[in-house]
Protein backbone atom coordinates (compact mmCIF):
# COMPACT_ATOMS: atom_id res chain seq x y z
CA UNK A 1 0.00 0.00 0.00
CA UNK A 2 1.11 3.31 -0.86
CA UNK A 3 0.73 5.97 2.02
CA UNK A 4 0.15 9.83 0.86
CA UNK A 5 0.26 12.79 2.80
CA UNK A 6 -2.99 15.34 2.53
CA UNK A 7 -1.14 18.42 3.25
CA UNK A 8 0.29 21.32 1.52
CA UNK A 9 2.49 21.92 4.63
CA UNK A 10 6.07 21.71 3.68
CA UNK A 11 7.24 21.08 7.27
CA UNK A 12 4.83 18.04 7.78
CA UNK A 13 5.81 17.00 4.27
CA UNK A 14 9.24 16.82 5.79
CA UNK A 15 8.39 15.20 8.76
CA UNK A 16 6.64 12.36 7.23
CA UNK A 17 9.22 11.96 4.54
CA UNK A 18 12.18 11.77 7.21
CA UNK A 19 10.07 8.71 8.52
CA UNK A 20 10.68 7.13 5.07
CA UNK A 21 7.52 5.76 4.70
CA UNK A 22 6.24 8.53 2.02
CA UNK A 23 5.30 7.81 -1.63
CA UNK A 24 3.18 10.82 -2.56
CA UNK A 25 1.35 13.77 -1.55
CA UNK A 26 -2.05 15.20 -2.34
CA UNK A 27 -3.47 18.83 -2.19
CA UNK A 28 -6.77 20.80 -2.56
CA UNK A 29 -7.50 24.54 -2.68
CA UNK A 30 -8.07 24.24 0.99
CA UNK A 31 -5.09 22.38 1.83
CA UNK A 32 -3.42 25.34 0.07
CA UNK A 33 -4.91 27.85 2.07
CA UNK A 34 -4.18 26.20 5.77
CA UNK A 35 -0.45 26.48 4.48
CA UNK A 36 -0.63 30.10 3.60
CA UNK A 37 -2.08 30.50 6.46
CA UNK A 38 0.86 28.56 8.69
CA UNK A 39 3.66 30.35 6.34
CA UNK A 40 1.79 33.97 7.23
CA UNK A 41 1.54 35.24 3.43
CA UNK A 42 -0.14 34.15 -0.12
CA UNK A 43 1.87 31.60 -1.53
CA UNK A 44 2.85 30.73 -5.58
CA UNK A 45 0.56 28.06 -6.17
CA UNK A 46 2.79 26.84 -8.93
CA UNK A 47 5.90 27.46 -7.36
CA UNK A 48 4.57 25.55 -4.13
CA UNK A 49 4.08 22.51 -6.20
CA UNK A 50 7.40 22.30 -7.60
CA UNK A 51 8.81 22.61 -3.98
CA UNK A 52 6.78 19.71 -2.79
CA UNK A 53 7.67 17.95 -5.86
CA UNK A 54 11.54 18.26 -5.44
CA UNK A 55 10.75 17.18 -1.54
CA UNK A 56 9.27 13.68 -2.09
CA UNK A 57 9.97 10.86 -4.25
CA UNK A 58 6.28 10.42 -5.57
CA UNK A 59 2.93 12.22 -7.10
CA UNK A 60 1.88 14.87 -6.07
CA UNK A 61 -1.86 16.00 -6.80
CA UNK A 62 -2.32 19.81 -8.04
CA UNK A 63 -5.85 20.29 -8.09
CA UNK A 64 -7.79 22.56 -10.80
CA UNK A 65 -10.30 25.15 -9.69
CA UNK A 66 -11.68 25.21 -13.16
CA UNK A 67 -15.31 23.96 -13.53
CA UNK A 68 -16.04 23.97 -17.40
CA UNK A 69 -14.07 21.82 -19.92
CA UNK A 70 -11.82 24.54 -21.35
CA UNK A 71 -10.60 26.08 -18.23
CA UNK A 72 -9.92 22.46 -16.72
CA UNK A 73 -7.47 21.95 -19.99
CA UNK A 74 -5.82 25.36 -19.53
CA UNK A 75 -5.01 24.93 -15.59
CA UNK A 76 -4.39 20.85 -15.89
CA UNK A 77 -1.53 21.62 -18.58
CA UNK A 78 0.03 24.61 -16.89
CA UNK A 79 -0.02 22.19 -13.79
CA UNK A 80 1.37 19.34 -15.45
CA UNK A 81 4.25 21.50 -17.04
CA UNK A 82 5.43 22.17 -13.20
CA UNK A 83 7.21 18.94 -13.00
CA UNK A 84 6.72 15.45 -14.09
CA UNK A 85 5.55 14.09 -11.10
CA UNK A 86 2.46 15.97 -10.96
CA UNK A 87 -0.46 14.53 -11.27
CA UNK A 88 -3.56 16.67 -11.87
CA UNK A 89 -6.39 16.85 -10.01
CA UNK A 90 -9.43 17.06 -11.29
CA UNK A 91 -13.12 17.29 -10.23
CA UNK A 92 -15.74 14.29 -10.66
CA UNK A 93 -17.96 16.37 -12.77
CA UNK A 94 -19.29 15.83 -16.33
CA UNK A 95 -16.58 18.98 -17.46
CA UNK A 96 -14.32 17.66 -15.54
CA UNK A 97 -14.72 13.80 -17.09
CA UNK A 98 -14.77 15.13 -20.57
CA UNK A 99 -11.34 16.51 -19.48
CA UNK A 100 -9.99 13.46 -18.14
CA UNK A 101 -10.21 11.29 -21.48
CA UNK A 102 -8.72 14.56 -23.41
CA UNK A 103 -6.12 14.61 -20.71
CA UNK A 104 -4.99 10.73 -21.31
CA UNK A 105 -4.66 11.39 -25.12
CA UNK A 106 -2.27 14.29 -23.49
CA UNK A 107 -0.51 12.14 -21.37
CA UNK A 108 -1.74 14.13 -18.60
CA UNK A 109 -2.26 12.41 -15.81
CA UNK A 110 -5.22 12.74 -12.99
CA UNK A 111 -6.20 11.95 -9.34
CA UNK A 112 -10.30 12.27 -9.83
CA UNK A 113 -11.59 14.01 -6.67
CA UNK A 114 -14.40 14.33 -5.09
CA UNK A 115 -15.90 10.85 -5.78
CA UNK A 116 -19.13 9.66 -3.23
CA UNK A 117 -20.55 7.11 -4.89
CA UNK A 118 -19.41 3.60 -7.14
CA UNK A 119 -21.26 5.52 -10.41
CA UNK A 120 -19.08 7.99 -10.30
CA UNK A 121 -15.87 5.47 -10.29
CA UNK A 122 -16.90 3.40 -12.52
CA UNK A 123 -17.27 6.38 -15.50
CA UNK A 124 -13.94 7.77 -14.35
CA UNK A 125 -12.42 4.25 -14.81
CA UNK A 126 -13.92 4.46 -18.10
CA UNK A 127 -12.39 7.90 -18.94
CA UNK A 128 -9.18 7.38 -18.19
CA UNK A 129 -8.54 8.66 -14.67
CA UNK A 130 -4.97 7.63 -13.01
CA UNK A 131 -6.41 7.45 -9.55
CA UNK A 132 -10.01 7.71 -8.05
CA UNK A 133 -10.04 9.24 -4.77
CA UNK A 134 -13.37 8.17 -2.55
CA UNK A 135 -13.67 10.75 0.05
CA UNK A 136 -14.20 8.36 3.16
CA UNK A 137 -14.37 10.35 6.02
CA UNK A 138 -17.08 12.92 4.34
CA UNK A 139 -18.78 10.00 3.43
CA UNK A 140 -19.13 8.93 7.24
CA UNK A 141 -20.14 12.72 7.84
CA UNK A 142 -23.33 12.45 6.25
CA UNK A 143 -23.96 9.36 8.59
CA UNK A 144 -23.50 7.01 5.37
CA UNK A 145 -20.62 4.31 4.94
CA UNK A 146 -17.80 5.40 3.62
CA UNK A 147 -15.62 2.19 3.74
CA UNK A 148 -19.02 0.33 1.81
CA UNK A 149 -17.71 3.01 -0.87
CA UNK A 150 -14.38 1.75 -0.95
CA UNK A 151 -15.30 -1.63 -0.82
CA UNK A 152 -17.90 -1.15 -4.11
CA UNK A 153 -15.34 0.88 -5.69
CA UNK A 154 -11.99 -1.94 -5.00
CA UNK A 155 -14.66 -5.00 -6.26
CA UNK A 156 -16.12 -2.74 -9.19
CA UNK A 157 -12.45 -2.27 -10.68
CA UNK A 158 -11.30 -5.89 -10.34
CA UNK A 159 -14.53 -6.73 -12.27
CA UNK A 160 -13.32 -5.29 -15.07
CA UNK A 161 -9.23 -5.00 -14.34
CA UNK A 162 -9.79 -0.87 -14.60
CA UNK A 163 -6.23 0.03 -14.21
CA UNK A 164 -7.12 3.27 -12.00
CA UNK A 165 -5.53 3.25 -8.71
CA UNK A 166 -7.98 3.54 -6.17
CA UNK A 167 -6.72 6.79 -3.28
CA UNK A 168 -8.23 6.30 -0.16
CA UNK A 169 -9.05 10.03 0.43
CA UNK A 170 -10.62 12.05 3.37
CA UNK A 171 -8.85 9.56 6.03
CA UNK A 172 -9.76 10.33 9.29
CA UNK A 173 -7.71 7.63 11.92
CA UNK A 174 -6.22 4.70 11.37
CA UNK A 175 -9.08 1.97 11.39
CA UNK A 176 -9.59 3.53 7.56
CA UNK A 177 -6.15 2.40 6.97
CA UNK A 178 -6.39 -0.73 8.24
CA UNK A 179 -9.88 -1.68 6.02
CA UNK A 180 -8.71 -0.18 3.31
CA UNK A 181 -5.38 -2.06 3.50
CA UNK A 182 -7.54 -5.39 3.99
CA UNK A 183 -9.14 -4.48 0.49
CA UNK A 184 -5.95 -4.16 -1.54
CA UNK A 185 -6.49 -0.33 -1.86
CA UNK A 186 -3.52 0.72 -3.89
CA UNK A 187 -3.30 4.65 -2.26
CA UNK A 188 -4.43 5.64 1.27
CA UNK A 189 -3.66 9.89 2.17
CA UNK A 190 -4.11 10.77 5.51
CA UNK A 191 -2.74 13.98 7.35
CA UNK A 192 0.37 13.80 9.60
CA UNK A 193 -1.63 12.50 12.56
CA UNK A 194 -3.13 9.74 11.21
CA UNK A 195 0.30 8.35 10.01
CA UNK A 196 1.91 9.22 13.52
CA UNK A 197 -1.21 7.04 15.28
CA UNK A 198 -0.31 4.41 12.55
CA UNK A 199 2.88 3.31 14.68
CA UNK A 200 1.53 3.77 18.19
CA UNK A 201 0.30 1.36 20.56
CA UNK A 202 -0.30 1.17 24.78
CA UNK A 203 1.52 -2.00 24.93
CA UNK A 204 4.69 -1.22 22.87
CA UNK A 205 5.34 2.07 25.36
CA UNK A 206 4.62 -0.24 28.27
CA UNK A 207 6.38 -3.02 27.31
CA UNK A 208 9.79 -0.62 25.98
CA UNK A 209 9.04 1.34 29.82
CA UNK A 210 9.97 -2.27 31.62
CA UNK A 211 12.45 -3.67 29.47
CA UNK A 212 14.61 -0.14 29.73
CA UNK A 213 13.62 -0.22 33.83
CA UNK A 214 14.83 -3.81 34.10
CA UNK A 215 17.87 -3.10 31.87
CA UNK A 216 18.99 -0.19 34.27
CA UNK A 217 18.12 -3.10 37.45
CA UNK A 218 20.23 -5.46 35.83
CA UNK A 219 23.18 -2.75 34.95
CA UNK A 220 23.16 -1.68 38.87
CA UNK A 221 23.34 -5.28 39.96
CA UNK A 222 26.55 -5.94 37.42
CA UNK A 223 27.90 -2.60 38.95
CA UNK A 224 26.96 -3.94 42.88
C1 LIG B 1 -7.92 14.05 -0.99
O1 LIG B 1 -7.11 14.09 -1.88
C2 LIG B 1 -8.45 15.21 -0.27
O2 LIG B 1 -7.49 16.23 -0.30
C3 LIG B 1 -8.70 14.93 1.19
O3 LIG B 1 -8.42 13.60 1.53
C4 LIG B 1 -9.97 15.49 1.73
O4 LIG B 1 -10.04 15.18 3.10
P1 LIG B 1 -11.01 15.94 4.11
O5 LIG B 1 -12.38 15.41 3.93
O6 LIG B 1 -10.45 15.62 5.46
O7 LIG B 1 -10.92 17.41 3.78
Not at 34 to 53: M, N, Q, T, Y
Not at 180 to 186: F, N, S, T
Amino acid sequence: MKFFIDTADLSEIREANDMGVLDGVTTNPSLMKVASERAGRPLDFHEHIFKICELVEGDVSAEVTAVEFEGIMTQARALAQIHARVVVKVPLILDGIKAINALRKEDIRVNCTLCFSPTQALVAAKAGAVYISPFLGRVDDISSDGMRLLEEVVSIYSNYSYPTEVLAASIRHPMHVVEAAIMGVHVATMPLSVIKKLLRHPLTDIGLEKFLGDWEAFQQGLAS
